[in-house]
């Protein structure tokens, strides 16, 4: 039989800039669509795609959606979340001021601001500290000395587990290119799916880097789960975190993170403009 053909809009997810922001293949209707199908359009894109499907429970959820990257199926994934729904309503497909959105990691809430932005709600975080370093300064080539010695390295999640590693210096967060294969490995020693480090830059900002364990590309120039865990890593802060990701591509991108005023959780939030 026939496979589905889809042919997805293209989002570019958290712009900060020209060429900011992360592509992000979006199919509005990917009924009919199996697992091998969606995977394999993100594999073609190379990027986090988003599928959107009937929920399961029309009663409490306005739509169902799948994530995939081009190596497997993700709980969540925040930018595609954000894109997906930012799309909805920009067909039309979805009225009011909150989209209720049904995920293999849960249900959450698309929240559409008045300035044009969304903000997506996460689940409250948790934390563990990372007792040995090693493997994890190894894969990112960095000496101990190079660490804040005030903050721990952590494992934090929201929906995913990433690893924060803090940096005492900007500049060499941005030089940071660790080999794939020893952070995937890394990660797979510590139980954690990407390598987060930061530092803090001007204006209270945050920057970033992340090196996924299994995405099927070396570096992402934006992740939203990453930032909500960071959030948590970082206090959390009442007046929220701005995080920045993407300079050292050439691709800035920005994320805010705040608590979720109507929960106890978090949002995080962005802009989102159509690519193709």
Request: aromatic content about 6%; overall charge negative; some cysteine.
């Amino acid at each position: 039989m026939q496979r589905p053909q889809r042919s997805p809009i293209i989002l570019c997810v958290f712009p900060a800039g020209p060429s900011g922001g992360n592509p992000c293949p979006v199919v509005l209707d990917a009924s009919g669509m199996d697992a091998g199908d969606m995977r394999a359009l993100a594999a073609v894109h190379g990027h986090e795609s988003g599928f959107v499907l009937p929920p399961e429970d029309p009663t409490s959820a306005d739509f169902r959606f799948r994530f995939f990257v081009p190596e497997q199926e993700m709980e969540m994934c925040g930018q595609a979340t954000l894109g997906t729904a930012w799309l909805l309503r920009a067909r039309g497909q979805a009225s009011g001021a909150t989209l209720r959105i049904e995920t293999l990691s849960g249900p959450l809430r698309a929240i559409f601001m008045a300035d044009g932005a969304v903000e997506i709600t996460q689940p409250p975080g948790r934390m563990d500290e990372v007792t040995d370093v090693g493997a994890v300064l190894a894969a990112l080539g960095l000496a101990e000395a190079e660490l804040r010695p005030d903050v721990a390295v952590l494992n934090a999640s929201t929906n995913r587990v990433k690893t924060l590693v803090p940096l005492a210096d900007l500049a060499r967060l941005h030089a940071l290119r660790p080999d794939p294969a020893r952070a995937r490995a890394a990660c797979e020693a510590i139980g954690s799916t990407g390598l987060y480090p930061y530092a803090e830059g001007e204006h209270g900002a945050v920057h970033v880097q992340q090196f996924p364990r299994s995405s099927g590309y070396p570096k992402d120039a934006v992740t939203g789960i990453a930032a909500a865990a960071l959030f948590y890593g970082l206090g959390p802060p009442e007046a929220g975190v701005l995080v920045r990701q993407g300079e050292a591509m050439g691709r800035p991108s920005e994320i805010r993170v705040r608590c979720d005023p109507d929960g106890p959780g978090r949002r995080l939030g962005g802009h989102v403009e159509v690519m193709s």
